[in-house]
């Protein structure tokens, strides 16, 4: 039972576009959301957070999105670069819960072509 | 380099087998947790550890088990290797038990063949 769903496996966007990642949840509980980027033999690396008190966290050209009654969160990149190309992790928590870790999506793998 | 360090960065063993995972948080965490990638698979939570005690379990089968040591670094063993072991391990810290921005290390890939 995936808790954390990632229904895009990959997305093309041409350079200087929007990215548009999209990321759904099922457990209500979860009330902390991250996103992770990850380069081929490398480790995820933190991107950026929301709060579920929040519906929009912005960090330059990076601006995350919730909409707790559909469940429901997103990344956007604006303007995208050829270097952000990744795959992107979706990741919830539950910050009452007794066990502090964190529940990923399978990841969306972002081209973005010059 | 994110400050977690993975040994080895690569691994491979029969089936069988038992082999060491070894991880060094980054300097100043105390939290460190374990990761598992498998193909096509998002990353499925094993264990954590905080200042030396298991804090949280997850999705982790009997025949792996885990430590974290006085220094702080952690080991994760995997005996009675299967062929769906193969996976890349993850070890990320943070420096408290309920701190989300996880640094993770780049991973240890095994390879059970």
């Known amino acids: ?114 | 380099d994110s400050g977690v360090t993975q040994t080895p960065k690569h691994l491979i063993t029969a089936t069988g087998q038992r082999v060491t995972l070894r991880c060094s948080p980054r300097s100043g965490d105390l939290s460190v947790y374990w990761y598992q990638q498998s193909l096509d698979q998002g990353l499925q939570f094993l264990i954590q550890y905080y200042n030396g005690e298991e804090r949280a379990k997850g999705n982790i089968l009997e025949r792996f088990s885990a430590q974290q040591f006085p220094d702080l670094h952690s080991e994760l063993n995997l005996s009675s290797l299967e062929l769906g072991d193969s996976a890349l391990y993850f070890c990320a810290s943070s420096v408290a038990a309920h701190n989300y921005g996880y640094t993770f290390g780049s991973g240890t890939r095994l390879t059970v063949v």
């Open chain 1, 1 to 114: 039972d995936q808790q954390v769903k990632q229904n895009s496996p990959s997305l093309s966007v041409q350079e200087g576009r929007i990215s548009i990642l999209n990321c759904d949840y099922t457990n209500s509980m979860f009330d902390y959301f991250l996103w992770y980027k990850k380069y081929p033999a490398e480790g995820p690396t933190f991107l950026i957070s929301i709060s579920s008190i929040k519906d929009k966290n912005e960090d330059g050209r990076f601006t995350v999105f919730l909409n707790k009654s559909a469940k429901h969160l997103s990344l956007h990149i604006v303007p995208s670069q050829p270097g952000d190309s990744a795959v992107y992790f979706c990741a919830a928590i539950s910050t009452g819960g007794s066990q502090g870790n964190l529940i990923f999506g399978k990841g969306t793998k972002l081209s973005v072509k010059p």
